[in-house]
């Protein structure tokens, strides 16, 4: 997946500009679809590679802004520069308020918007594998039975076997017989690595009510 | 009064006589009359005067007893002397001679035994007359009535019974008048009294009256005083202003006469110097020898006006008002216009100059004051419009940003193109060629801004208005399309050329266009919509070009109305409030007009006219 080539989108209402960056992201290499407006961009088909977004902010029709929220509305990850003819400070504030990756304002030096793409494209990789490792975790946990996931949530909590085995009112070897067939589906190398698959998961450590008050 | 009863009897006497009646009808109803007649005297004599009842009595006796004589002699009821009067038969003139009757009948009228017959000689013809003498009051106290005739029968027993009868009338009448008269007189007495206190109110009235006269005639004399005070005091205003006139003149001969004569050598060194030089603070004995340019004091800051002055002076010319500055021995600034012509000798050498100076320094300085004031007219006009491209700020950095952010792109893609092992040439030209085109593009905005941001204004030359109107909305293009407002154009072909300054019109206009675009930006999309029209107008002085800027959008209240075009009046939260004033002004230095209206559903129109060229 991290091999595939990444795209960079460009929406600009300016057509000089809007060349002028397709030639100067192409000429180191990389993937580049541009776009006169907001709108334009939102209706064309997207593949699932990693990639970035160059916005201006002052567009006709829909603005940079807008798109923006547009984004974040459909869940949509694609990171996003901003770009601006002005140093519109509160409008900046809003951009990044809103999770934009850099804000530059024209002209800018062009190995500055390089360096922006290439660092917005790698946040979007890690995203995306991030996302990826979290898919195969909740794969996993899926295949557990409700007993193993009884017992995962007490293993995480630091709980020994036979603490277990009394919390649920079963024997210290059944425990022990679940807790291997759990480590096993959730391809654990380790106990460390199981607390961590749980807290990414969001499984919260069991809590024993009785041994702790509340 | 008391005398009354006694009176009475004696009165009552005749009827008491027997009376002897005639026998025929005709004289008994003649007798009867005259009876009647006596009974009615009173009635008569009422009223009258007591002096005219003596003569009342005789008029009665005479005619009714056919009398050649009737004499009467009575008191006078005032108290004077007695009244005398008696009546002659046909001697009418005897009346008033009373007295000397009286004479003629001395015996007849104071003989106290009266009552009785005698004979009288008549006063005009001396013939004897039969005559009777009654008393009249007490014991003839009052007076005597004499009655004569000629007729020896007289007096009959009826003529004495007539007699009688008519003598106690006029006792009874002469009685009422004393009583009349007495009562007349303690009237009089009162009304006296109250005449006189009607006198003293008459008198105050009059008085009043005599006051009110005065003060009527006081205040009519005043306000003729105050006139001649007035014509006076306008008399002595013209006096005084042309006394002021005679003496502005005066100073104005004595300031001409402060000025100073001058000569100076073939060097331009002074020669001679008149004494008025000492008054400006400056010795004229320190000035002889050295040049004009020794001593000012502004060679260094103007030395293009001095340059010309010495050229002039090197080709011999006369100048007029060259004005320098210098400084008094004090070190105060003096201001000095010099005038002077070239002096030859009879062989054409020149000599040198001659000529007079004055000291300008008072006018100098209004000058300066007055340029400072028309330099910051013109800063703070400047400033305005730096303030609305300020404004446009946004736009103009948009429209110089897009081609460099493209030159900048496109020359780091030139330059990666370039490193690799085998450049791809083809897109390094394409790259070099969207560079150039950005890099014209960009001038193109400095250009224009450059033009608008002119400090120095323009004289006014023939504009071409759509011209104008083409130069400007580039400028406003960008900011009118990122708030989606639509901008229309309708300009006739055939706008009369006018006399005006370019930029200045460019300013206006780019004012107006902002401002509506302003207007429309937070309004409904289908109101955002500009129309920019631009008409010919005949009017009486030649045609007109007239252009409008209408909007749909927010519009003024008719309270704004007849502010919008005043400085420092603005409704925008970061406006001066000097675009409106400013254009109108600019507008009317160009005789033009520069007005709004409100559209009948959104917004406002604003209009501009401005005559065309002759």
């Known amino acids: 997946m991290s091999a595939e080539i990444p795209i960079v989108f460009v929406v600009d209402d300016d057509r000089s ?7 100067l992201i192409t000429s180191v290499g990389m993937t580049v679809e541009v776009f006169p407006t907001a709108q334009a961009f939102l209706s064309a088909p997207r593949g699932d590679a990693p990639g970035c977004l160059v916005l201006d902010v002052r567009l006709p029709g829909l603005s940079g802004l807008d798109l923006q929220r547009e984004l974040a509305n459909t869940h949509a990850t694609l990171p996003i520069i901003f770009l601006t003819g002005h140093g519109d400070i509160p409008m900046s504030v809003q951009a ?85 067939q759990l480590v096993l589906k959730m391809r654990a190398g380790s106990l460390a690595e199981l607390v961590r698959s749980a807290g990414r998961l ?4 069991y809590d024993s009510g009785g041994t702790r008050p509340k | 009064m008391e005398t009354t009863p006694e009176r009475s009897s004696s009165a009552l006497e005749p009827p008491n006589q027997v009376v002897a009646l005639p026998g025929d009808t005709a004289t008994l109803s003649s007798q009867l009359r005259d009876l009647i007649a006596i009974l009615a005297l009173p009635a008569v004599w009422s009223g009258r005067d007591a002096a005219d009842i003596p003569e009342a009595v005789l008029e009665a006796l005479s005619s009714m007893l056919r009398l050649d004589l009737a ?9 004077s002397g007695p009244v005398e009067t008696a009546r002659v038969q046909g001697r009418p003139d005897l009346g008033s001679r009373g007295r000397e009757i009286a004479g003629l009948l001395a015996d007849g009228t104071t003989d106290p035994d009266a009552n009785q017959a005698l004979v009288l000689p008549d006063p005009a ?77 008459r008198a105050k ?48 001969y004595a300031e001409t006469a402060s000025d100073w004569l001058w000569e100076t050598g073939p060097d331009h060194s002074f020669t001679r110097l008149s004494e008025q030089l000492t008054r400006l603070g400056i010795d004229p004995a320190g000035r002889i020898g050295v040049t004009r340019w020794d001593f000012a004091t502004d060679v260094e800051e103007e030395p293009a006006k001095w340059r010309r002055h010495v050229a002039t002076l090197e080709a011999n010319q006369p100048f007029r008002g060259f004005v320098y500055r210098t400084a008094s021995a004090d070190g105060s600034v003096v201001y000095i216009s010099t005038s002077g012509k070239p002096v030859f000798d009879a062989d054409g050498r020149f000599l040198g100059y001659r000529g007079v100076s004055s000291d300008v320094s008072a006018a100098v300085r209004a000058d300066q004051v007055e340029r400072a004031l028309h330099l910051a007219q013109a800063e703070l ?93 580039p400028l406003v293009g960008p900011e009118i399309g990122r708030h989606g407002i639509r901008l229309d154009t309708s300009l006739v072909p055939d706008l009369p050329p006018i006399m005006g300054d370019r930029i200045q019109l460019q300013q206006v206009l780019l004012n107006l266009l902002l401002n509506a675009a302003e207007a429309v930006r937070d309004v409904p999309p289908e109101r955002r919509r500009l129309v920019v029209r631009a008409t010919l107008e005949p009017r009486e002085d030649g045609p007109w070009a007239v252009v409008a800027v209408e909007d749909a959008g927010v ?27 400013i254009s109108r002004s600019i507008i009317e230095s160009h005789r033009g007009r520069l007005w709004a209206t409100a559209n009948p559903d959104h917004g406002a129109t604003f209009h501009l006219a401005l005559p065309g060229m002759r």
């Not at chain 1, 500009?17 to 030639?23: F, G, N």
């Not at chain 2, 003729?224 to 306008?234: D, G, H, K, T």
């Open chain 2, 381 to 473: 006009a400047r400033v305005t419009r730096v303030t609305t491209l300020g404004e446009l700020a946004a736009s103009i950095a948009h429209e110089i940003n897009q081609p460099l952010a493209a030159i900048g792109a496109d020359a780091n893609a030139c330059l990666h193109w370039l490193a690799a092992d085998r450049p791809d040439l083809d897109s390094v030209r394409e790259a070099l060629t969207a560079i150039v085109k950005d890099g014209d593009r960009a001038a193109a905005v400095i250009t224009r801004i450059r033009t608008l941001l002119a400090r120095s204004p323009l004289a006014h030359e023939p504009c071409d208005l759509t011209g104008v109107i083409r130069d400007v909305l």
């Open chain 2, 205 to 252: 009235d009059l008085l009043n009256e005599e006051l009110e006269r005065r003060v009527v005639e006081r205040t009519r004399q005043l306000s003729l005083v105050n006139q001649e005070l007035r014509s006076e005091i306008a008399e002595r205003k013209r006096a005084e202003a042309a006394l002021r006139e005679s003496e502005q003149r005066f100073r104005d």
């Open chain 2, 125 to 201: 013809t001396g013939e004897p007359l039969r005559a009777t003498r009654t008393a009249l009051g007490l014991a003839g106290h009052t007076g005597v009535v004499i009655a004569a005739s000629r007729r020896s029968s007289f007096p009959t027993p009826f003529e004495r019974f007539l007699l009688q009868s008519i003598i106690m009338q006029a006792e009874v009448a002469l009685r009422n008048a004393a009583l009349m008269t007495a009562l007349h007189h303690a009237l009089h007495c009162e009304q006296g009294a109250r005449a006189d206190a009607e006198a003293a109110y």
């Open chain 2, 555 to 581: 519009g003024f209240g008719e309270a704004q109305a007849p502010r919008l075009f005043e400085a420092f009046y603005t409704t925008k939260p970061g406006g001066l409030g000097m675009g409106l004033s």
């Open chain 1, 17 to 23: 500009v809007r060349d002028a960056l397709r030639r």
């Open chain 1, 96 to 180: 990044m308020k809103a999770g934009a990756i850099e804000f530059l304002t024209k002209p800018f030096r062009g190995q500055d918007l390089l360096d922006a793409i290439r660092h917005a494209i790698d946040r979007d990789r890690a995203a995306r594998m991030e996302r990826q490792e979290l898919a195969e975790l909740n794969r996993r946990y899926d295949t557990l039975t409700p007993r193993e996931r009884n017992v995962m949530a007490g293993v995480v909590a630091g709980l020994l076997n036979k603490q277990i085995a009394a919390e649920f009112g079963t024997t210290e070897a059944t425990v022990k017989e679940q807790r291997g």
């Open chain 2, 71 to 79: 004499y009467i002699r009575a008191a006078d009821p005032a108290g």
């Open chain 1, 202 to 205: 969001g499984i919260a450590p």
